[in-house]
T-cell receptor, first 116, second 110 residues
Framework: DSGVTQTPKHLITATGQRVTLRCSPR?????VYWYQQSLDQGLQFLIH???????AKGNILERFSAQQFPDLHSELNLSSLELGDSALYFC???????????????FGPGTRLTVL | KNQVEQSPQSLIILEGKNCTLQ??????????LRWYKQDTGRGPVSLTI?????NTKSNGRYTATLDADTKQSSLHITASQLSDSASYIC?????????FGKGTRLHILP
């Protein structure tokens, strides 16, 4: 158990819909990262938040957005869903401030999104 | 182009044997290189983290090496166990980038 929690575990929805994925970081970690893992693309970095502020963006689509709240939990919002958005979505937390910090990232168990 | 290439794509070995996985990268700038173990359907678990000044890092039966000059890393697994069956992912970070390799799928046979 990494100490990072993600809900829901599974999500099945239809194209065009909007969903929200939730992540609670390990106690004391201020950084939250979101990743997408699909069968053909592997793991891809989406976005990084540190203490409520967006710090870096990766391959995140404009239909996707995220935020980190004062209690440090984070939500990833996916809208206008397409079949290709079906994937595992992971969040990870870290004590480090920057993406290149030496601090270990601890991954949550993931949310499996299926778009029908 | 920033890339992380891993080889082999998949590997099958007998329990108790050793194996070495390879990672070549072209990410610039370079901050650190990480190896993760990922069981199917679960989140990756960190094995090692190395900066350019570190040549070797061990974590139990896992030993990672880094050659920052040739931009190559390897992960050596000693005395493999059935529980080592998983995907092993090499990740390079630098600046505002995190680049993942596609992983090596390792199967340990009894």
């Amino acid at each position: 158990d990494s100490g990072v929690t993600q809900t829901p575990k599974h999500l099945i929805t239809a194209t065009g819909q909007r969903v929200t994925l939730r992540c609670s970081p390990r106690s004391g970690d201020l950084s939250v990262y979101w990743y997408q893992q699909s069968l053909d693309q592997g793991l891809q970095f989406l976005i990084h938040y540190y203490n409520g502020e967006e710090r870096a963006k990766g391959n995140i689509l404009e239909r996707f957005s995220a935020q980190q709240f004062p209690d440090l939990h984070s939500e990833l919002n996916l809208s206008s869903l397409e079949l290709g958005d079906s994937a595992l979505y992971f969040c990870a937390s870290s004590a480090g401030q920057g993406m290149s910090s030496y601090n270990e990232q601890f991954f949550g168990p993931g949310t499996r999104l299926t778009v029908l | 182009k920033n890339q992380v290439e891993q080889s082999p794509q998949s590997l099958i070995i007998l329990e108790g044997k050793n194996c070495t996985l390879q990672c070549n990268y072209t990410v610039s700038p370079f901050s650190n290189l990480r190896w993760y173990k990922q069981d199917t359907g679960r989140g990756p678990v960190s094995l090692t983290i190395m900066t350019f000044s570190e040549n070797t890092k061990s974590n139990g039966r896992y030993t990672a090496t880094l050659d920052a000059d040739t931009k190559q890393s390897s992960l050596h697994i000693t005395a493999s166990q059935l529980s080592d069956s998983a995907s092993y992912i090499c990740v390079v970070t630098g600046g505002d980038k995190i680049i993942f390799g596609k992983g090596t799928r390792l199967h340990i046979l009894p």
